[in-house]
Structures are given as structure tokens and as C-alpha cells.
């Protein structure tokens, strides 16, 4: 199990930037692939991003391609997403999750732990 702490969120202006950190502690950080989630008001929680375990590969949804960036640093433990030209319709709460896995998944019960969340809201 790893203990996941998201920060970096706020409220932003359309078309800012935002980077989000999330901090691991527990196992060995580079045996697991990493997400970012977002859940808006009212909506299901919705994938983001994934990277894999040593950050070779990457995979966006459609809607955060080109704006959105993913990133990890193994050697502190950390994962980070960068928003640039935010959009009001990416105001959510955001969650990074963690799966002990070599694959990229897409699909939120394919990640164990989960963090706390961390708000985004976009102002137009």
C-alpha cells in the first residue's frame, strides 16, 4: 500500500496554469503506475492522465491532450500534473492513484489507493 497527498490546487482564471504534486510514502514509489482522476460537481469521477513506472509512456484523455502534462520524479517520490490554458470545465476535484502495476490503466478500479483530492476551479 502507498499513502498518496495530492496539493497545488486553487481557483485560477481561464486559461492559466496549475501544477499539481502528489507525494508518495510507503512502498517502493517506482513499482507503480500513476494516475490523475477529476471529479466535478454532479459528474462521475473522469481518468485525466497516466505515466508509467519509470515515466517512459504516458496516456491523456482526449480532453486534457495538448494542455495537460504528467510527470513523476522517482527519486522523491512525487508525481505531478501540469494544467496549462485552464478551462472552466476543468473545475474538479482532483485525485492522483496509484496501481502496482507495469500496465497504463484508464479505468479508475485498476488503481489501489487513492489520494485525498484536490480542488481546481477555473473562473471564466
Known amino acids: 500500500q502507498v499513502q498518496l497527498v495530492e496539493s497545488g490546487g486553487g481557483l485560477v482564471q481561464a486559461g492559466d496554469s496549475l501544477r499539481l504534486s502528489c507525494a508518495a510514502s510507503?512502498?517502493?514509489?517506482?513499482?507503480?503506475?500513476m494516475g490523475w482522476f477529476r471529479q466535478a460537481p454532479g459528474k462521475e469521477r473522469e481518468f485525466v492522465a497516466t505515466?508509467?513506472?519509470?515515466?517512459?509512456?504516458?496516456h491523456y484523455a482526449d480532453s486534457v491532450k495538448g494542455r495537460f502534462t504528467i510527470s513523476r520524479d522517482n527519486t522523491k517520490n512525487t508525481a505531478s500534473l501540469q494544467m496549462n490554458s485552464l478551462k472552466p470545465e476543468d473545475t474538479a476535484v482532483y485525485y492522483c492513484?496509484?496501481?502496482?502495476?507495469?500496465?497504463?490503466?484508464?479505468?479508475?478500479?485498476?488503481?489501489?489507493?487513492w489520494g485525498q483530492g484536490t480542488q481546481v476551479t477555473v473562473s471564466s
Open positions: 510507503g512502498r517502493t514509489f517506482s513499482r507503480y503506475t
Open positions: 492513484a496509484a496501481a502496482i502495476s507495469a500496465s497504463l490503466y484508464t479505468g479508475e478500479d485498476d488503481y489501489n489507493d
Open positions: 505515466i508509467s513506472r519509470y515515466g517512459l509512456t504516458t
